[in-house]
């Protein structure tokens, strides 16, 4: 079974930084699209970045210049670092491998304080 488990979520002050990671087990990882979705309390989940297996990656304008995506095909986990974060940046982060079958996490906690 395919397991996506992310980590690295916490209590960050606004301006700050912090780096998610996503460990996937039971996939060829090198073979597949990744990625990084988030969900505010009360609201839809929204994409926020995504990485090719060739290394291009794409972001949602809000999160541009400041957040990061990088994979590590030996490792076999995918990042997320994050700059300047901000209070709507505040959700639960979610990593996707996409498929078939496209797969995600459960999510870890990213709050960020005023």
């Known amino acids: 079974q395919v397991q996506l488990v992310e980590s690295g979520g916490g209590l960050v002050q606004a301006g700050g930084s912090r780096r998610l990671s996503c460990v996937v087990s039971?996939?060829?990882?090198?073979?597949?699209?990744m990625g990084w979705d988030r969900q505010a309390p009360g609201e839809e989940r929204e994409f926020v970045a995504s990485?090719?297996?060739?290394?291009?990656?794409n972001y949602r304008d809000s999160v541009k210049g400041r957040f990061t995506i990088s994979r590590d095909n030996a490792k076999n986990t995918v990042y997320l670092q994050m700059n300047s974060l901000k209070p709507e940046d505040t959700a639960v982060y979610y990593c996707?491998?996409?498929?078939?079958?496209?797969?995600w996490g459960q999510g870890t906690q990213v709050t960020v304080s005023s």
């Open positions: 990485i090719t297996t060739d290394g291009t990656t």
């Open positions: 996707i491998l996409y498929g078939p079958p496209t797969s």
């Open positions: 039971g996939r060829r990882f090198s073979v597949n699209d």
